[in-house]
């Protein structure tokens, strides 16, 4: 083989190493996320949100992987391309903006959290419009992933209060998405069903799945 | 409303359909958001046999995620992720029965008067001033209730910025909106729980089902049928929710087209149906939005931001200078993305939510234009638009008044959003940069939910599409019935004064169908 066939040869196997090779499982209940793409947002998720501090829960501990996941499943296919698209770049954008230290250039899902952290820092403040927009929808992406974990709006105050649905004359006309008209389980007797008309008390009862487990 | 089933409409949803078929009707309007539900109760309330097209999806509450992004996910076309190119600027539009109505924060202000006059001369208008429009408007706001937003749901956040504003002199009201019995979840953009929105899936589409209206949801309109000067109709397929995958054809046979499927679908149609209506070469042009961006304050004391109306106050002081400013709520996982920081600093700053209350203004954009085509054969529009310096140098004066706002209503803090700028601001002193060194367009985070422009209404058929009475220049029986037909921003958001135009234009056609 020629000096340029080795070379080329050498710069594949470091290609398929870098983008496929050493990854752990996956969570085998996501849907969406690949092996790469569950390593890429739990190392990010947890950049963005380490153990402890104020809030003492993790992006990984708050299950960020999982909403994202949610959040890939109910995007159309070109969009979810887009998303996916952006988890590559972050990904291996460290060619082009390595973390500090000798081995910045690691994949990002490979670097210690202080270095990830450095990275991500980097894409928040960099001058090129479109490295910012990158970072804020993977930000994006990571916070209200977050936010959609019902220990994390408790801990900010932010939970929502509960509310109980009138039904209103037009749920005896439209079923659940995806369901028959049969499955409408209202009928006229329940329009006439009183519930609350008043405003909502800041100190009221949470929504059902948002209260804090008992003690 | 009583029982909508005693009607002789009916609602289809997508397991209703097994094969394709045809509908014959009087009327078929396409869209089923504010104005094409407006013009579709009308003509039945006429004795018109109207079929109404939906692409969307019905939302029952149990449909609702609470969550943002999986709201807009399910709810936005794109999954909310639709954007502009030239300058990048996202952009929402629904897709569910009711349109934008199901997850817009009900605000219903009417256009004013100087902004008509603008309208006249810009198209050349004889008939379309504020006192042309004042009956429709009327009767829409005795249909849904509108009335000023009452204290007992504003909560501390909208109240902060009446406080503000009258600190400063700066005049502010309560938002009207289309909402009875508001319980003060700010819960609007992602479906209201409390059932108080009137949005248009439970208020106009269940009246136009009760006079006979039938109602077709989860089908996709793709080619409008046309003869001569004269539409016939109109043909598509049904679609899955969500997936969008298509499943049988179908087709609707009419006397009158009414076309209101939104600012970004409605050029598509007319130009993927042969080029329809489109003499002027306006069909597609002319596109216009209100760029928004928004400012968050935190104040000493909690704010308890997660009570009080999504959008309760706003500031019409400003409009001749160019733009609004509103309170606004959403939910927390939106706003918490611009929180500055990264890692425990970001944790902390989110803390601060409690404390925080946002502030957001739209500006009229005279003069930054775009236009509007089919992606492929996508049937997604790609857009193409730009930010004037002079229209972003309007919308950067706001982001300085809204500090001032903040600081007058006393805040500790404002994170302004700006990149160009301190991420976060303490004093009225550090805000002055925002006034010395005002932000350019590519320095502010904007997006914007409100467009016009891509069909305009003109009196001149060389330079409109549309009439007065939002009938095609072109076509004898087609009428285009949604913002697009405004030739310029209403300075204000649009919904009501399109769902004013769409009722004037519906009873005009009842005349003549």
Known sequence: MTLPGLIALALLAWAVLRFAAGYGPRDPALRQLSAREYALVCAAADAAFPPGGVIPLSGTQARIPAHADRYLAALPPRNRLLIRLLFVLIEHATLIFPAPGWDGWRRFSALSLEQRMAVLEGWAHSRFLPRRLAFQGLRAVLTMGYFACPAVLRAMGLAPLAIETPVVAADLLYPPIGQPKSSIRFGVADLDRAVPRTPLDPRGPLQPGFEAPPA | ?513
């Open chain 2, 1 to 513: 409303m009583s029982d909508p089933r005693t009607g002789s409409g009916e609602v289809r949803v997508f397991a209703d359909y097994q094969r394709d078929f045809t509908e014959v009707a009087d009327v078929v309007v396409v869209g089923s958001g504010p104005c094409g539900a407006v013009a579709a109760y009308e003509l039945a309330a006429a004795g018109k046999r109207v079929v109404l097209l939906e692409e969307g999806p019905p939302f029952t509450p149990a449909d609702f995620e609470l969550e943002g992004s999986l709201s807009m996910a399910r709810t936005m076309r794109e999954g909310g992720l639709r954007f502009t190119m030239g300058t990048v600027m996202p952009t929402m539009q629904a897709i569910a029965l009711g349109g934008g109505s199901l997850v817009n924060s009900a605000i219903c202000n009417r256009c004013p008067d100087f902004r008509f006059q603008e309208w006249a001369n810009e198209a050349d208008l004889a008939r379309t001033s504020r006192k042309d429009l004042e009956p429709h408007y009327d009767a829409i706001a005795a249909f849904l209730g509108i009335a000023p937003t009452p204290d007992a749901v504003q909560g501390p956040r909208n109240l902060l910025f009446r406080d503000g504003c009258k600190q400063l002199g700066y005049g502010s009201e309560p938002c009207p909106r289309n909402v009875r019995e508001c319980r003060g979840s700010g819960e609007c953009f992602t479906g209201c729980r409390a059932r108080a929105k009137q949005s248009m899936d439970i208020s106009y589409v269940p009246a136009a089902i009760q006079l006979g209206a039938r109602v077709l949801t989860s089908v996709r309109a793709e080619e409008l049928l046309s003869n001569g000067r004269r539409v016939t109709g109109v043909a598509g397929r049904v679609v899955a929710p969500f997936s969008g995958a298509p499943g049988p054809r179908f087709r609707v046979e009419a006397k009158a087209v009414v076309l209101a499927a939104g600012v970004l679908a409605s050029p598509l149609l007319l130009q993927r149906s042969g080029n329809l209506a489109n003499s002027s070469g306006q069909v597609g042009e002319q596109l216009q939005f209100h760029p928004g961006t928004s400012v968050l304050g935190v104040f000493p004391d909690p704010v308890d931001p997660i009570f009080g109306a999504t959008q309760g106050y706003q500031c019409l002081h400003f409009l001749r200078d160019g733009f609004k400013l509103e309170t606004l709520w959403a939910p927390p996982g939106v706003l918490a993305v611009r929180m500055p920081g990264m890692g425990h600093q970001f944790k902390q700053e989110l803390l601060d939510l409690r404390f925080a209350t946002v502030f957001d203004a739209i500006a009229s954009c005279h003069r930054s234009r775009g236009r509007v085509r089919e992606r492929g054969k996508s049937l997604q529009p790609s857009m193409r638009w730009s930010f004037h310096p002079d229209d972003a140098a309007i919308l950067a004066h706001a982001v300085w008044v809204m500090a001032e706002i903040f600081f007058a209503a006393g805040a500790r803090k404002i994170v302004p959003g700006v990149a160009s700028h301190a991420d976060e601001m303490h004093s009225i002193a550090e805000a002055e940069s925002l006034r010395s060194r005002p932000p350019r367009a590519r320095d502010m985070v904007c997006a914007s939910t409100h467009v016009f422009g891509t069909a305009r209404m003109h009196g001149d058929p060389r330079h409109g599409v549309v009439d007065e009475d939002l009938k095609a220049h072109d076509l004898d029986n087609l009428y285009v019935v949604d913002t697009s037909v405004f030739p310029l921003s209403p300075a204000v958001n649009p919904m009501f004064t399109g769902m004013a135009l769409a009722r004037r234009s519906a009873l005009a056609l009842a005349e003549r169908v």
